[in-house]
């Protein structure tokens, strides 16, 4: 089943917001200049129009980095909202200041810059209160279509993270199965489209394996020639979440998934996007790696740069060079975890790591290309043979360019854990069949509200334990007949 326009729908609207606030910001230092000069503003605005788009670009980048164009921004109240716009619209007109004070031919005045501040504050206010409205107000109500014990478990990882714009309506029985949990049973297969009306359902869910099954399927097309969605709870997670869980994998979506990705992207435009990104970033991070190094140096003994093995695409190995954060033979008893308040790194070291500067030699490789600027953490050789033995389709990643930032890593802290490389590897696989330029530039400024931040925050999630996860894999292999489930996910 196709849903590849689905799931793009979330990063679609974050598109379309982004552009809408760059859009409003221009408008409103143009409408300033055509009410202070009037017909004579033709001129002017041809002079100065590449510094209203900067000024928009960096208004629409800083207003994503602060994270209003997120599903998980509801809670935040149009009173913090309007604050946090009042800076971005700050920084933004002081690169349009900025850049017309440089055009010296024709600088505008005061009372222009004052003017198109307020009117785009406005505008932008106006924008975001529709928003608003939208994360709180839009849900869509969701059926799921249950054959057996494993389905039912679904419904619970469904609850797991479908509470924000998603409202769980009950199921739909297929066959003799009668539900051993308390859900509200919507009626049988046979009156689908019905219950569809009667409840305004949106969305119908299921398993992969009720896609196999054609009498399902004849009910399924039904309903989306009449324009109501049917998918895999993987595909919901994928649209709601921008993660895939790995207990919902098959072999089917990782063949779909790896036929997703553009090989003119990969070979080429993402090619010419690291080496731009990567120029850039040696230029201007050279002053805080020096910064850095004298800090090293004069604060704990040993080497400023600290090389280490690290598996890139295929599993080809490369040394790759960091700034050292711990301390001398931190690992004469042998690798291990890197985790948090680690006694191995050093007070300077924790400084460069929780900032990120520690990583900025790596740009060297990404020049090299050895690396991509996006894509999955480069790991150890031997730390990927261990979790290919514990965490299902690992090495799925070594199918892309290693990254020195990606999607895992600003949508998870540092793995400690099996588990935590087990919700690495969900972000790592979303981002391998979404990958495109406009996810690499978007998750680019995540990383800069991370570094600012100091740190990607945990989404807490239902599955939170391993034994969990192994009764879940065992009861996925059983038939989706009369399995009576021995286990409740629990809630984190």
Request: hydrophobic letters at 45%; aromatic letters at 10%; one cysteine or more.
């Amino acid at each position: 089943m196709n849903t590849n326009g689905i799931l793009r729908k979330h990063w679609f609207h974050v598109s379309l917001h982004f552009a809408t606030d760059a859009f409003l910001f221009t408008l409103a230092f143009v409408a300033a200049m055509l009410l202070r000069f009037g017909g004579e503003s033709a001129v002017s605005l041809w002079a100065h129009w590449p510094f209203f788009v900067g000024g928009a670009v960096v208004f629409s980048a800083t207003t994503y980095i602060a994270s209003l164009y997120s599903t998980h921004s509801a809670n935040r109240g149009m009173l913090e909202r309007s604050i946090v716009l009042i800076v971005c619209v700050v920084l933004a007109t002081l690169v349009v200041i900025g850049g017309t004070y440089l055009n010296s031919a024709r600088p505008l005045g005061r009372g222009i810059m004052l003017l198109g501040a307020l009117a785009s504050y406005l505008m932008a206010l106006i924008h975001h209160i529709v928003i608003l409205h939208g994360l709180r107000n839009s849900k869509e109500r969701v059926a799921y279509v249950v054959t057996g014990a494993f389905d039912e478990a679904e419904t619970r990882l469904f609850a797991s993270f479908g509470g924000r714009n998603l409202e769980f309506a009950g199921v739909v029985l297929y066959g003799a199965y009668q539900p051993t949990s308390k859900l509200r049973v919507l009626g049988k297969i046979e009156d689908l489209a019905a219950i569809v009306g009667r409840e305004k359902i949106s969305r119908v869910l299921c398993t992969n394996k009720c896609l196999g099954d054609t009498t399902l399927i004849r009910h399924f097309c039904k309903l989306r020639y009449s324009g109501i969605s049917v998918m895999p709870l993987i595909s919901l997670c994928e649209e709601a979440e921008q993660y895939v869980p790995l207990e919902l994998i098959s072999s089917e979506w990782l063949l779909n998934a790896s036929g997703e990705p553009q090989h003119i992207y990969i070979k080429k435009l993402k090619r010419l996007f690291d080496i731009i990104c990567s120029a850039i970033g040696l230029i201007l991070g050279a002053p805080f790696v020096g910064a850095a190094a004298l800090a090293i140096r004069l604060t704990s003994p040993g080497p400023i740069f600290y090389r280490q093995t690290r598996s890139g695409r295929f599993g080809r190995q490369f040394q790759m060079t960091k700034l050292r954060t711990m301390h001398v033979n931190a690992e004469k008893d042998g690798v291990r975890w890197s985790e948090k308040n680690d006694p191995r790194v050093s007070f300077v070291g924790g400084f460069l790591r929780r900032y990120r500067i520690d990583e900025i030699p790596q740009l060297w490789h990404v020049l090299c290309g050895h690396m991509s600027f996006v894509g999955p953490r480069p790991e150890r050789p031997e730390i990927i043979t261990q979790l290919a033995k514990e965490v299902p389709y690992y090495e799925e990643r070594l199918m892309v360019q290693p990254g020195i930032t990606g999607w895992a890593q600003v949508s998870y802290p540092y793995g400690a854990s099996t588990l935590d490389s087990r919700r690495k590897l969900e972000y790592d696989l979303y981002y391998m069949k979404h990958m495109s330029l406009f996810l690499d530039v978007f998750i680019l400024l995540d990383t800069v509200r991370i570094v600012l931040a100091g740190g990607a925050k945990a989404q807490t999630r239902a599955i939170t334990a391993e034994e969990t996860i192994q009764e879940w894999e065992r009861l996925k292999e059983q038939p989706a007949v009369v399995v009576k489930p021995k286990f409740e996910l629990e809630t984190a």
